[in-house]
């Protein structure tokens, strides 16, 4: 049925950053949103009103991750990134059975929702075990099965089943328009040109999302920089910009690539403490920003970062950029709440999700506050609220939230799968992948 949802705090994610104060989400039986607003502005509504204390913000926006790598947490954590993929994840990856993979989605899924993220851009195998996992969960993910050259696998055979489902079931589909499908070809390092250019084409005709990793790693492709200049300029020539694209991590961008991927419209998913911890190096943000390129968050893998808990990334990116510039303002507190919602939806292409809008989806978050965070109250200027919210609270206080209008987490536990059955299974799948 439609629902008003009222708090004393409302976050939209707009443009400014506003904050409503003792304001409403109205949202209609199909589960988008229908009105956002001050209380004493609202229309006449009759349906359930939810009541809640604290604050209401969209559900945060993951733009890179391979959640079921839950599975794998922990494995060759203090290696660089090639050997690391190279000597222990991909060998493992191996062993994974489908069913494997399920259970690492369904645990990674969970951990997400249950931090306030209701969409996640997923490159993973198995994507039918992933779509299920999330379905399963209730919560929101645009699925990208990887092409990719490695031994055992075809990257011409992997593009004609991503295309084969997208013509069979849709582009979006589920609940809500739960699941969106996509195309993940991983990187110009790990599959050549041919299979670069074909899956550009098929995803330009079928107006798919393609995810693929760019410029993680200083030494990740220095074969590809050499003979094109730079990876974005062989994607480029290769009709890779020409749709809807997700660069993920860009950390090593010349001036030239920055303004290529504004030219283009390339969104960029920043993944700030997997680079950290990979070593990988500091994102150019700053000047990403001031091209006008779409970034947004990621967490990437769960074996890589360590969790999938975004909050975190919110601050990481706060920090780092304002050391590698020398300049504590140069990300400010409205400025990563933005990139984690509305940000994150732009960069993929989805003006459906980010933000408390009419015709989005109610993706909705419920922050209480019970957290010495909130000690000084609600009743403070709205730069301090932003600024407890993202600098002190983070996810710890992540009570309750819906995915297109449906509560799939309350007071903190998921309502539509036990967790400890899911950490059970999980616990059972990653001790056989160790023996």
Not at 315 to 335: C, G, I, K
Request: hydrophobic share 45%; with cysteine; aromatic share 4%.
């Amino acid at each position: 049925m439609p629902r008003r949802f009222h708090a004393p705090v409302v976050l939209p994610a707009d443009p400014g950053c506003s904050v409503l104060r003792s304001a409403v989400v109205d949202v209609d039986d199909v589960g988008r949103i229908v009105f956002v607003g001050p209380e004493t502005m609202a229309p006449p509504f009759d349906g359930e009103v939810v009541r809640l204390g604290g604050i209401l913000l969209p559900g945060l926006v993951n733009t890179h991750a391979h959640s079921p790598m839950t599975l794998l947490r922990g494995m060759g954590g203090d290696l660089p990134l090639l050997r690391w993929l190279r000597e222990i994840i991909w060998p493992t990856e191996a062993k994974l059975k489908p069913a494997d993979v399920r259970a690492g989605m369904l645990l990674g899924s969970v951990e997400m929702l249950r931090r306030g993220v209701t969409t996640s851009a997923e490159m993973y195998f198995e994507g039918e075990q992933v779509v299920d996992a999330v379905l399963t969960t209730g919560g929101r993910a645009l699925v990208a099965p990887p092409v990719i050259e490695l031994p055992g696998m075809d990257w011409r055979s992997s593009l004609r089943s991503i295309e084969r489902w997208i013509d069979t079931d849709g582009l979006r589909f589920g609940p809500a328009e739960r699941i969106e499908l996509s195309y993940g070809p991983h990187s110009a390092y790990m599959l050549n040109t041919d299979g670069l250019r074909a899956t550009a084409e098929s995803a330009a005709a079928r107006g798919a999302l393609v995810q693929i990793h760019v410029a993680e790693a200083a030494n990740e492709d220095l074969e590809q920089r050499e003979q094109h200049g730079s990876v974005p300029k062989l994607l480029d020539s290769l009709g890779m910009f020409a749709g809807r694209t997700l660069a993920a991590h860009s950390v090593h961008l010349s001036d030239e690539d920055i303004a290529l991927f504004a030219a283009r419209g390339v969104g960029m998913a920043h993944c700030p403490g997997s680079n950290a911890k990979l070593a990988s190096g500091i994102a150019r943000i700053k000047d990403l920003r001031a091209a006008g390129v779409a970034i947004g968050l990621g967490t990437d893998g769960p074996a890589s970062n360590d969790d999938l808990d975004l909050w975190e990334e919110v601050q990481l990116t706060a920090m780092l950029a304002r050391l590698a510039n020398a300049d504590s303002t140069v990300l400010t507190a409205a400025d990563v709440f933005l990139m984690a919602t509305r940000g994150g939806a732009e960069a993929l292409g989805r003006p459906d999700l980010g933000a408390l809008e009419p015709g989005r989806w109610a993706d909705l978050v419920h922050v209480d506050l019970d957290d010495p965070a909130f000690a000084a109250g609600l009743d403070v200027p709205d730069e301090q609220l932003l600024s407890n919210l993202v600098w002190a609270a983070g996810s710890r206080r992540v009570r309750d939230v819906w995915v297109g209008g449906e509560e799939v987490v309350a007071e903190g536990e998921s309502t539509r799968v036990d967790r400890a059955e899911i950490q059970a299974s999980a616990t059972e799948t990653a001790a056989r992948l160790r023996a």
